[in-house]
């Protein structure tokens, strides 16, 4: 009997810790789910892409000096274009007070940019102007990337709804979304495509120019100034008398008329 009673009393003992052990467990589990770390997860996710990222370099330089030849500089400049693979964009000449020029706008892929530099640069004593820029535009670009892939996919989702719609009014709804997401895709990738293209080739503008040697009498004193007026003038005045003695003809009819007329007047007031 007292068997009995034992076996009794330890399974009392065992059934109420296995029930105080139950909520220990519920407890554990609630614990395990921790939205925050998944969150943190995605954005290293996110941050492990971008390190990926090639970084989006923009370089632009403007050159101005001064040479003793414009054909040879200009020769100069066609042999490292031709080198560095560069094509000129802009092309244009002439000629001011004292000096004449010439304006180049010539694009050279990134890569060599530096190397263009340094050939244009060989036999410049002094440039005036030398200007060296360059623009991180990697943030902007990843922006972009990002903006136009989340608008591929509403636009796929769209479609699928596209598939399921059976009222004539849901999809023209649809298709009007659709044409307006396209139309931002279309915004998104010129954007890009621009971006692309000035990291990829960069723009150089060169001006150089030649000092002119003033011609003798170009800076007249005023005794000379004055001395050309009076010949002007003078010049002038002959031009005028020989205009008169060419109509000699004209003016003694006239005289003659006015003579006659003025006598004839004479005689009516007597």
């Known amino acids: 009997m007292k068997y009995i009673f034992f076996l009794f009393f330890v399974f009392l003992t065992l059934s109420g810790c296995s029930k105080h052990e139950e909520p220990s467990k519920n407890m554990m589990i609630t614990t395990v789910k921790l939205p925050p770390k998944k969150e943190s997860s995605s954005s290293s996710e996110v941050n492990s892409n971008t390190s990926q990222i090639t970084q989006k370099i923009i370089k632009e330089a403007s050159l101005r000096f001064e040479t003793n030849n414009l054909e040879d500089t200009f020769n100069q400049i066609q042999i490292a274009i031709t080198a560095n693979k560069a094509t000129i964009q802009n092309d244009s000449e002439g000629k001011d007070y004292d000096n004449v020029y010439r304006n180049l706008t010539i694009r050279v892929p990134s890569q060599n940019f530096d190397s263009f530099i340094n050939a244009i640069s060989k036999g410049v004593s002094y440039f005036e102007r030398k200007d060296i820029s360059s623009q991180n535009v990697t943030e902007e670009y990843i922006d972009l990337t990002s903006r136009l ?55 150089v503008s060169i001006s ?63």
Do not use: D
């Not at 996919?153 to 999809?171: D, M, N, V």
């Not at 001395?227 to 005289?255: H, N, R, V």
């Open 149 to 203: 892939n989340t608008k591929r996919k509403l636009e796929a989702r769209y479609l699928e709804i596209l598939q399921k719609a059976t009222k004539i009014s849901e999809i023209l709804e649809i298709e009007k979304q659709i044409s307006v997401i396209r139309e931002e895709i279309e915004a998104k990738q010129g954007q890009l495509k621009y971006l692309e293209n000035r990291v990829s080739e960069s723009t």
């Open 208 to 270: 150089f120019y030649k000092t002119v040697a003033q011609k003798e009498g170009v800076k007249a004193s005023y005794g000379s100034k004055i001395w050309t007026a009076i010949q002007s003038g003078f010049f002038s005045l002959s031009e005028f008398l020989i205009s008169i003695i060419s109509i000699w003809p004209f003016i003694i009819l006239f005289c003659v008329i006015a003579y006659f007329i003025r006598k004839r007047f004479k005689r009516k007031k007597i």
